[in-house]
C-alpha cells in the first residue's frame, strides 16, 4: 500500500507556479520522498527526491517541512507541457525487497492556458 | 547515455495466447524491474531482479505470468495465457544498486498489451 496522500487532481494556469502537495504522516527516519510524473502514454519520469532538507533542480523544487510529514512539489512556471498524473512516493534508504518504488493515484496536474 | 528500451511498444492477442515483453536496461544497472499499470491506476510491481537473482516476485501471478534475466542484463516478461484482466501497460525499470541510498529508478516507455 502506498504510504503518502494526494488530492487526486489539481489545476493550474500556463506560466504560474503549481503547488503539489502530499502527507506522508507515516514516513520514517530511513525513508526518502520521491517525486515521479507520468505524462500520457509514457513511463514514469523521475523529478526529484529529498531526505529532509529542501532540493531544487532544472524541473523543481522539493519543500519538505521539518517534521517530515508533507511535502510540497513546486513547478514554478509551469507549461502545457507538464500536464502528467505526478506521484509522491516514499522509499526506504536500504536495499533489498523494500527498494522498490510503491505507487498511489497520484494527482493529475492540469495545465491551462 | 541510452534508456530503458522495452519492445515491443504494443501487442494485441486473444485471450489463452501468449505473450512476450523484452527490456534492456540501461548499461551497469543491477536491478531491475517489471510493472504492470491497469489503466487508471498506479503501477504495481510484479518483480524485481537484482543481476540475475529474483528479490521480490511476491506479486507475480506465477500460474502464468514468468521472467527471467538470465545474463544478468536484458529480461522478459512472459504470460501464458492470457486473460483478458492482464490488458495493462507493462514498465520495465533499472537503477543502479539494489543498496545504499538516493538511487533513481529510470523507467522504460512501457509495453502496452490489449487482450480481446
Known amino acids: 500500500d502506498a504510504k503518502t496522500t494526494q488530492p487526486p487532481s489539481m489545476d493550474c494556469a500556463e506560466g504560474r507556479a503549481a503547488n503539489l502537495p502530499c502527507n506522508h504522516s507515516t514516513i520514517s527516519g530511513n525513508e526518502y520522498v520521491y517525486w515521479y510524473r507520468q505524462i500520457h502514454s509514457q513511463g514514469p519520469q523521475y523529478i526529484i527526491h529529498g531526505l529532509k532538507n529542501n532540493e531544487t533542480n532544472e524541473m523543481a523544487s522539493l519543500i519538505i517541512t521539518e517534521d517530515r510529514k508533507s511535502s510540497t512539489l513546486i513547478l514554478p512556471h509551469a507549461t502545457l507541457r507538464d500536464t502528467a498524473v505526478y506521484y509522491c512516493i516514499v522509499r526506504p534508504l536500504v536495499g533489498g525487497s523494500n527498494y522498490k518504488l510503491t505507487f498511489g493515484k497520484g494527482t493529475l496536474l492540469t495545465v491551462n492556458p | ?116
Do not use: M
Request: glycine residues 10%; charged residues 20%; proline residues 4%.
Open chain 2, 1 to 116: 547515455e541510452a534508456g530503458v528500451a522495452q519492445s515491443p511498444r504494443y501487442k494485441i492477442i486473444e485471450k489463452r495466447q501468449s505473450v512476450a515483453f523484452w527490456c534492456n536496461p540501461i548499461s551497469g544497472h543491477a536491478t531491475l524491474y517489471w510493472y504492470q499499470q491497469i489503466l487508471g491506476q498506479g503501477p504495481k510491481l510484479l518483480i524485481q531482479f537484482q543481476n540475475n537473482g529474483v528479490v521480490d516476485d511476491s506479486q507475480l501471478p506465477k500460474d502464468r505470468f514468468s521472467a527471467e534475466r538470465l545474463k544478468g542484463v536484458d529480461s522478459t516478461l512472459k504470460i501464458q495465457p492470457a486473460k483478458l484482466e492482464d490488458s495493462a501497460v507493462y514498465l520495465c525499470a533499472s537503477s543502479s544498486q539494489g543498496r545504499g541510498h538516493g538511487n533513481t529508478i529510470y523507467f522504460g516507455e512501457g509495453s502496452w498489451l490489449t487482450v480481446v
